[in-house]
């Protein structure tokens, strides 16, 4: 599904955003990136979504090199890659399902499909009931639950989560992990970046822990020690 051959990533002769790592993700896998800060996490997944393209080595996404991605397939990429970030960027005065709706809508989706799609995303993250709050109405962990709703629309085959618990409570950070499960048991790849160590130890799930850029440890089923 994933695979990394080689991958680096330099940003100037003293700044290195990845270094010569190389990895593979299966389909339907749940991997746990993790790393403290300037680690890597981030330029990995600037990577993964063709926000930035590596210095060298090969990045494949289901047999497509997208390391050398055309600046016209990149859209096309990204409705395959749904992605979270730990600050939602909701649009602040569009309702829970306009939200949700304008990723579609983007992309010249039908009408009718739009209608048909948007409900069912919101009844797996549990928002149906506030289908037509706005965000100021709601709580971080309701947000994010939109975030994840709004990535699904395209039925991705890979959902990267950024820091997706970074702004949450406790409570909220498990309700968001338990529907990332979920969705992990529909078959869609899940790649969680994160440096919430108890969170990735209640997972039990691949541990691939990052250091100067490098991997240091890929454990299948791995807890993470800081």
Not at 50 to 74: F, H, M, Q
Request: with cysteine; proline share 3%; net charge positive.
């Amino acid at each position: 599904m994933i695979t990394l051959s080689q991958i680096s990533k330099q940003y100037t002769k003293k700044s290195v955003g990845l270094d010569n790592i190389s990895l593979h993700v299966d389909s339907g896998e749940f991997v746990c990136i993790v790393g403290q800060s300037g680690t890597g996490k981030t330029t990995l997944v600037k990577l993964l979504i063709a926000e930035e393209r590596p210095t060298k080595g090969k990045l494949e996404i289901g047999g497509w090199d997208i390391s050398r991605i055309s600046y016209r397939d990149v859209p096309l990429l990204r409705r395959q890659i749904g992605v979270i970030f730990q600050d939602y960027k909701l649009l602040e005065k569009k309702t829970v399902t306009e939200n949700v709706s304008f990723a579609l809508q983007v992309a010249g989706t039908p009408h009718k499909r739009i209608k048909n799609v948007v409900p069912r995303v919101l009844d797996i993250v549990g928002l149906s009931d506030k289908k037509y709050a706005y965000p100021y109405q709601l709580s971080g962990g309701q947000k994010q639950r939109v975030a994840i709703a709004r990535s699904l629309v395209h039925r991705p085959k890979i959902l990267v989560a950024d820091e997706p618990t970074g702004n949450l409570d406790a409570i909220n950070a498990h309700e968001i992990i338990e529907i990332l499960k979920k969705i992990n048991d529909f078959g869609t790849t899940i790649l969680l970046v994160t440096h919430d160590k108890d969170i990735v130890n209640r997972l039990r799930k691949r541990v691939i822990t990052l250091h100067n850029g490098q991997i240091v440890v890929d454990k299948k089923q791995g807890t993470y020690q800081l």
